[in-house]
């Protein structure tokens, strides 16, 4: 691996690590009640680093390593599925894949983002520079451009629906899997009320 490559690796790890000890002390003393110091120093790292890594205290909690694994599995899903079945297969792909310490730093990051106003109101900002990624991967895998409104309209039809099964099970305690499944079941059979 190149200097570069490790650099870059190194920079990852360190990242992840400072969010995983926030996410640990915001489960165990609460968000509100947490300072930035107290994450740096369970990091084990200065708080100049810490903020070069996470500029503000919300930064802390949206910051989501699972999207770039999506994305990658979802270019990866074979030519003939639909872009349904792909982002199902790529969705589904990630939570198999992902180890039990992940996913339960990541139901703490969700059951804070809808439980935390400032987070709540955050992530909405954090959504419109978040899609692009997608919209052009969804838009690659159909063969349109990234403009077309309806690569728009079904990305954020996939985004809400994704967002919104994982906020029940995160609510209601239930095998994300499961619900993920379902509910894009429900968007491939076309939204049936």
């Not at 190194?10 to 002390?25: M, S, V």
């Not at 954020?156 to 919104?164: C, K």
């Amino acid at each position: 691996m190149s200097t570069g490559g490790l650099r870059e690796l190194k920079k990852k790890r360190t990242r992840e690590a400072i969010q995983d000890h926030a996410l640990r002390l915001y489960r165990e003393q609460g968000y509100a009640n947490t300072t930035l110091e107290e994450v740096a120093a369970a990091a084990e790292v200065s708080p100049s680093t810490l903020f070069r890594y996470f500029p503000t205290k919300p930064d802390t909690v949206l910051f989501d390593r699972v999207d770039p694994i999506f994305l990658e599995k979802f270019l990866a899903e074979p030519a003939g599925l639909s872009p349904i079945q792909a982002a199902r297969n790529a969705i589904l792909g990630v939570l198999n894949s992902t180890d039990i310490d992940m996913a339960a730093l990541e139901t703490i990051r969700m059951k804070l983002i809808a439980t935390v106003p400032e987070l709540r109101a955050a992530v909405v900002t954090k959504i419109e520079t978040d899609l692009p990624p997608f919209i052009e991967a969804f838009a690659q895998r159909v063969g349109r451009r990234p403009d077309d409104p309806l690569v728009r309209y079904w990305t954020g039809a996939v985004a809400g629906v994704a967002v919104m099964a994982y906020l029940r099970a995160v609510d209601n305690d239930e095998d994300i899997y499961v619900v993920v499944n379902e509910a894009l079941q429900f968007l491939e059979d076309g939204m049936p009320l």
